[in-house]
């Protein structure tokens, strides 16, 4: 990623995390969309698999709300720094990244098929599944975080302060070099295709 494009995605992402700090703190969230099908990301682990959430231990991380197990467990993790608090989120929103990739099916994986990557978490959804995970991630595991990066460069050079939008395997594009990149819809991925200059838009990555 070249340094101005670097500038803008941590401008994005600390604009983001100070925009929607975790404001709802032991409280119930209203319409908001819950991460994780509502499983606590600090009490889900592989040897307890899925350990659901309650409403009332609500936190808001990076503009998605989590619910954890216990309030114990929500103040350890508002304890955490924002890196330890990353490490306990799964990527790709707890969607198992090979059946996406594979078959385009978005299902939920097991912490108990859990596996890092450079500290990156990710949830499998079998033991096969995490065979191969192990075996070639780079493979299944999409560039940005699996957020659209046409997206991002597009709402940044708007000025939009919220220029992260996840990405849809049902929409996807396989660069020269292998690596995979997801769009919104199929609309989005047509714009991108039609870019003469695509370079802009690959090599993007949330680091």
């Not at 780079?138 to 050079?157: H, L, Q």
């Not at 990149?181 to 200059?197: A, G, M, R, V």
């Amino acid at each position: 990623m070249n340094n101005f494009l670097r500038l803008l995605l941590r401008s994005a992402i600390c604009c983001t995390t100070c925009l929607l700090a975790p404001v709802l703190f032991g409280q119930t969230p209203s319409n908001d969309v819950i991460a994780l099908k509502g499983y606590c990301p600090i009490s889900s682990s592989a040897s307890a698999g899925h350990v659901s959430g309650f409403k009332e231990f609500a936190y808001r991380f990076n503009g998605e709300i989590y619910l954890f197990h216990s309030e114990q467990c929500l103040k350890e993790f508002a304890a955490m720094s924002e890196t330890e608090q990353s490490s306990k989120i799964p990527m790709l929103w707890g969607i198992c990244p090979i059946t996406a990739t594979t078959f385009g099916n978005q299902k939920m994986g097991n912490p108990k098929f859990s596996h890092q990557v450079d500290g990156r978490l990710y949830w499998c959804s079998s033991a096969n599944a995490l065979a191969e995970f192990k075996k070639n991630s780079w493979k299944y595991e999409p560039a940005f975080g699996g957020f659209c990066t046409y997206c991002f460069v597009k709402k940044t050079d708007q000025g939009d302060r919220d220029p992260l939008v996840r990405g849809s395997w049902l929409s996807q594009h396989v660069a020269a070099d292998g690596r995979l990149y997801l769009f919104p819809n199929q609309k989005t991925l047509e714009n991108f295709q039609n870019e003469i200059d695509k370079s802009t838009y690959l090599g993007i990555d949330l680091v």
